[in-house]
């Protein structure tokens, strides 16, 4: 019996930002909601902004337009300590975290001066890298802004 190779699918997505990309669909992220305020967008790819860059870009493979710049909060936070709800870990598959299948990203917003970008750490997307399940989630512990400063002044 002849064993059959399992290949890898890859699939062309159109972007505003990058153009035609070619991308693996295995490396496809599924939320498993929607974003707040984009129902029409909940498969998205992960893309490297540069080279050693702690940012990405967190593209939609459905909506050519939509692009968010992510990042590890943990880089410009690092007493970052997420409390999530055991809903939130059980949706998408995990029984506790953090779990080694983890990866905890937070949007970024750039403003016109660079110097005032911030990250959202109180609604921080989960994504578990086995499933490729993603949801943003609010964490229970509310010491944590929506806007953080990602650049301090030293």
Known sequence: MEQVKEETKNKKINTTRFGEIE?????????????PGLPKSQNFVLLPHKEKSP??????????????VVMNP???VESFNPQIAVDDLSILGFK??????????????IP???????INLIAPILLNLQTKAA????????????????????
């Open 74 to 76: 943990f880089v410009c």
């Open 55 to 68: 940012f990405m870009w967190f593209q939609s493979t459905e909506l050519p337009e939509l692009a968010f």
């Open 23 to 35: 991308i693996n669909e295995d490396k496809i992220i599924k939320f498993v909601e929607s974003l």
């Open 112 to 118: 016109e001066d660079p110097k005032e970008m911030t």
């Open 135 to 154: 949801k943003q989630i609010v964490l229970e512990n509310e010491d944590y802004p929506i806007k953080h400063r990602i650049l301090t002044e030293e």
């Open 96 to 109: 506790k975290y953090p779990d080694s299948d983890a990866m905890v990203l937070g949007l970024v917003s």
